[in-house]
């Protein structure tokens, strides 16, 4: 896992536009978008993944994302995934465009140096990340185990899947296949090769794994019943200008574990804009700023009735998106236990048509962590 040091610099190094994923939404932040399709979109989306059948990917906490490349001339290249990156073909490559960068020399080395062992037989471009290497594992008991970046994933010894990352050199995923204009759609975990040196960790979830609980079911598709019913007729134009700072809100939320609200959106919009205001220093400035603000918050206060159901149908897409994924970390957990400093967790979550469904469990611990996180730097 990088500092926040580590990260800053590789962020300012990205200058070209990034091939590969980027960003997965969440279903429910189609409810503040200004399209009218894009709720019945997401719905369907979330209805697809309970039938059982919309394809579904695990999502797995890597410690670095990376691609690889395979040429028409048999040619293996690795590079980290970020703009500025070039693909490096060599040890040599590597150390020359990453040799103030230990924490990228080491990963990289490791990924080339084995990675070609699994690669299908024909020229492409995948997108994965990098899980561990054998110094890197944990053994207690009966399981064998590594933590990546936060989730610390465990498995039985014994299991076929212990034994594999036992032996293997690198632990991996490969989640996606580029294309050639850099667009990244899921590629089945079963089309790569099997080698001793290198486990790759399934992201792939079988349609077995993809059989949810009856009363999850009924109960994620009572949530999205309300939402259409919610979302019939209601106007979105009055989301204009608002998509970022509702989106921004919500998330807050999650932090806070308030319920998003109208009154609770205006305070924020107070927040938001006090301190765009304080951010300059011209009395001009300031003014214009102050009527941004005003002009936001009175927007809200003339569409009271609007933006209430706004949150109204955002909280059940939210619901139907918790449910259905709390059910799948029972049943797609790929056989693996999962714990963040020590609590027992889910998974990161799962990924179906574009858009991620994360668990409720999981982001208590993420959110429990961030909080603890915070308070150490605090004190320091």
Do not use: W
């Amino acid at each position: 896992m990088f500092s926040f040091k580590q990260y800053a610099v590789l962020i300012s190094e990205e200058k070209t536009p990034a091939r590969g994923i980027q960003h997965l939404p969440h279903p429910a932040e189609a409810a503040f978008q200004s399209n009218r399709g894009a709720v019945g979109s997401s719905l369907s989306k979330i209805q697809g993944v309970l039938s059982g059948r919309s394809p579904i990917t695990r999502k797995i906490d890597d410690r670095m994302s990376f691609q690889v490349i395979k040429t028409p001339e048999g040619k293996v290249g690795v590079k980290y995934k970020g703009p500025g990156a070039k693909y490096n073909y060599s040890a040599a490559d590597i150390k020359q465009q990453h040799g103030s960068k230990p924490y990228l020399v080491g990963p990289l080395m490791n990924i080339l140096k084995h990675v070609h062992k699994v690669l299908p037989n024909k020229s492409a471009e995948y997108q994965g990340g990098y899980l561990s290497a054998p110094e890197d594992r944990v053994e207690e008991d009966d399981t064998i185990g590594h933590k990546p970046n936060t989730i610390k994933y465990s498995v039985s010894k014994n299991s076929p899947e212990g034994k594999k990352l036992q032996k293997s050199k690198v632990s991996l995923v490969i989640h996606s296949a580029l294309d050639s204009e850099g667009r990244a759609s899921p590629i089945e975990f079963k089309q790569f090769k099997e080698h001793p040196d290198v486990h790759l960790m399934s992201h792939s979830v079988s349609p077995e794994e993809r059989k949810i609980d009856p009363a999850a079911k009924r109960k994620a598709l009572e949530h999205i019943a309300a939402a259409k019913k919610l979302a019939k007729d209601h106007s979105h134009e009055h989301h204009q200008g608002h998509e970022e700072t509702l989106l921004r809100y919500a998330n807050s939320t999650i932090d806070t574990g308030e319920k998003p609200s109208v009154n609770g959106y205006k305070k924020f919009l107070q927040k938001y804009h006090q301190k765009r205001i304080d951010s300059v220093k011209t009395e001009k400035s300031k003014n214009q700023k102050k009527a941004e603000m005003d002009a936001a918050i009175n927007h809200v206060n003339d569409n009271m009735e609007k933006f209430d159901r706004t949150f109204d149908i955002h909280h059940h897409i939210q619901q139907a998106t918790h449910v259905t994924a709390d059910a799948l970390s029972k049943t797609a957990h790929g056989g693996y236990k999962h714990q963040i400093d020590s609590e027992e967790t889910t998974g990161e979550g799962f990924v179906s048509n574009g858009v991620k469904f994360v668990p409720r469990k999981f982001t208590e611990a993420n959110r429990k962590r961030s909080a603890a996180f915070k308070a150490q730097k605090s004190i320091i």
